[in-house]
């Protein structure tokens, strides 16, 4: 499938690092846009929405929010940045956090392609979760020239490998949601690394890969003799 | 062993709620103390024994603090109370929390007594790690009084079962240590449920007996079909 990708005007004042792009299909009518598969849930779930752009363009990193810092989310690809741009454009200073912190937000580094891509296949799996909208002909198509057939109701949690409900989006516990954007391997992010899973999941994975993960749950079940 | 049990006046100018008891064994020498087996710990190790005080006795618990709420931890046996007691005690507003915050700290209730058998526990698997400091004598024998036999070295992460060092306790990461007090089943604040375990393990059990969470694990390898 080819994209538009003609440059978008931001209305951020920002000093800009990258171009924003449309992501319509080449040729396409009407404005640019750069989240053309959005325009749907945008309205049934914004909500949804919103996270699917967040978790795929932005660091998390509550704990490193401060005065001296900076904001507690940015760009991903403002990570790609060395200490000095990060703080002419951003405002952000890097220096004074602690290394172990640095390296944690460089880790979360991708390029503005990759994170565009992790939003269309974040959307792309949000549609097949059991119990979800179901999407606009011209928005499933566009999905599956990207990424292939969609098959309702198959998106499991990548960790655990069961079925994800859309209905979980809407269970907050303690002021968190239920489903959380997840990583086979926590320091690769582009579109085959990502996916959904359960928060508990994501926690306990942690940082290691899934892999790994997997690996450390089998050791343990063996020194506990768990019907091994 | 019988202990001492004789009251003892605290400093504190809260209405108290228990009368703290000494714990030395009875006829003893000298003045009443409350955590007698600490004495050493507080000198070579002065941070493991205030943990080990403080996760014996309080609950944890810094997303509830606020100003309408409290402080951000309280002595466990003030978990049973009931909120008027709790605000008239404590200056603590139970009330003014979620629901589900209010159970979480509830959970944490425990007697008085078990918080200090805790405390004694904790001390006889501490001294149990390797790379631990050698008790003095006189605390060797009243933990071996308490709980048995010690066997140097022996003490294991009550999740992974993989042997702890003390030397864990001073790798903080991010502020935090690796090694966290740790429960069997979450909802049981007592010695025989209590002991220590890393921290990457204790996040993983989460809420969960570790009944369950083996269970859980089991279930996740059986699903990625990982050398079952």
């Known amino acids: 499938m080819k994209l538009c990708l003609k440059p978008i005007q931001t209305r951020s004042r920002e000093e800009r690092v990258i171009v924003r792009c449309c992501y319509k299909e ?3 009518i009407g404005s ?3 989240f053309p598969y959005l325009s ?9 929405a919103n996270k699917i752009k967040r978790d795929a363009t932005k660091t998390t990193g509550a704990a490193w929010k401060s005065e001296d810092a900076g904001p507690n989310r940015i760009d ?8 000095e741009e990060l703080l002419k454009k951003y405002k ?3 220096s004074v956090l602690k290394p172990s912190v640095q390296a944690k937000l460089r880790e979360k580094a991708a390029t503005y392609e990759d994170c565009m891509n992790v939003a269309a296949k974040l959307t792309f799996l949000v549609y097949q979760m059991k119990d979800a909208p179901t999407p606009p002909d011209l928005i499933h198509s566009y999905l599956e020239n990207h990424f292939g057939l969609m ?4 998106t499991k949690c990548i960790i655990c490998k069961d079925y994800l409900s859309f209905a979980l989006f809407d269970e907050a516990k303690r002021g968190r949601a239920h489903i959380e954007t997840a990583h086979a391997n926590p320091r690769i992010h582009n579109p085959e690394n ?18 790994e993960f997997y690996e450390w749950m089998y050791k343990i079940l063996q020194r506990v003799e768990w019907k091994l």
């Open 26 to 28: 080449e040729g396409h």
């Open 76 to 83: 991903r690809w403002a990570m790609l940045l060395n200490e």
């Open 32 to 34: 640019c846009e750069e």
């Open 151 to 154: 098959s309702f109701g198959s």
């Open 194 to 211: 990502v996916g959904f899973a359960h928060r508990e999941c994501n926690i306990a994975q942690g940082n290691r890969t899934l892999d």
């Open 40 to 48: 749907h849930l945008n309205v049934v779930a914004p909500r949804v």
């Open 92 to 94: 952000v200073n890097l």
